[in-house]
């Protein structure tokens, strides 16, 4: 069954810690991305991997890091500098002849 | 700078009536522009795509959506609302420099009532 695997579907941190979300695909796609969607706002580019070892800051890339050292993973990491992390985080990704994105089913951060 | 914007936060329409969800662009070349559907909690779900050739594009669940570019408009619409299309409905272009981005609006909530 291929698809893009995002985890947890929900995650509460506390103010000053760290965090990964973590996403998995197994449709073989080269490009990866991770959004931020807040109320009204739409989808924010976070950080974007075109291939293994590579990848780039979005939009909003403070408060984030990232890493792709598999084809298949690119996990996100809110660190404590990010100043307001509760929102719900999309993970997607694209084959080489797509010309469309798809979409894991999210991660909704809490902090408490 | 390339975007998409939803003008309308929100549309209302009662079921069985024909439905419209705006989007306008603005891209210096010609567009690559999507349609994505989002339902509570859920991730994005592609409706369809317009590329090149006819400027009726027909999707998925009977979305179709209409490429206007003397009016930079890719507006989704449907025949016949279903209570169950009620959901949060995203316009998309491609940045035409660098292929793997994407910008995004802001969305529109559509609400179809019985």
């Known amino acids: 069954d291929g698809g893009i695997t995002q985890s947890p579907k929900y995650l509460f941190r506390k103010e000053g810690q760290n965090v990964t979300l973590s996403c998995e695909q197994n449709l073989n796609h080269d490009a990866m991305y991770w959004y931020r969607q807040d109320p009204g706002q739409g989808l924010r580019l976070i950080y974007y991997s075109q291939i293994v070892n590579d990848f780039q800051k979005g939009d909003i890339a403070e408060g984030y890091s990232v890493s792709r050292e598999k084809k298949e993973s690119f996990p996100l990491t809110v660190t404590s500098a990010q100043k307001n992390p509760t929102a719900f985080y999309l993970c997607?990704?694209?084959?080489?002849?797509?010309?469309?994105?798809?979409f894991g089913q999210g991660t909704r951060l809490t902090v408490v | 700078a390339q975007s998409v914007a939803q003008p309308e936060d929100q549309v209302n329409v009662a079921e069985g009536n024909p439905l419209t969800v705006k989007c306008t662009y603005s891209v210096s070349g010609n567009p690559y522009l999507f349609w994505y559907v989002q339902y509570p909690n859920r991730g994005l779900q592609f409706l369809l795509k317009y590329i090149t050739g006819d400027n009726l594009v027909k999707g998925s669940y009977g979305f179709e959506a209409e490429f206007n570019k003397s009016q930079t408009s890719f507006h989704l619409k449907k025949p016949s609302a279903l209570v169950s299309d009620s959901a949060l409905y995203f316009c998309?272009?491609?940045?035409?420099?660098?292929?793997?981005?994407?910008?995004f609006g802001s969305g529109t909530k559509l609400n179809v009532k019985p």
């Open positions: 997607a990704s694209m084959g080489e002849g797509n010309t469309e994105a798809f």
């Open positions: 998309a272009v491609r940045d035409l420099y660098n292929f793997n981005k994407f910008y």
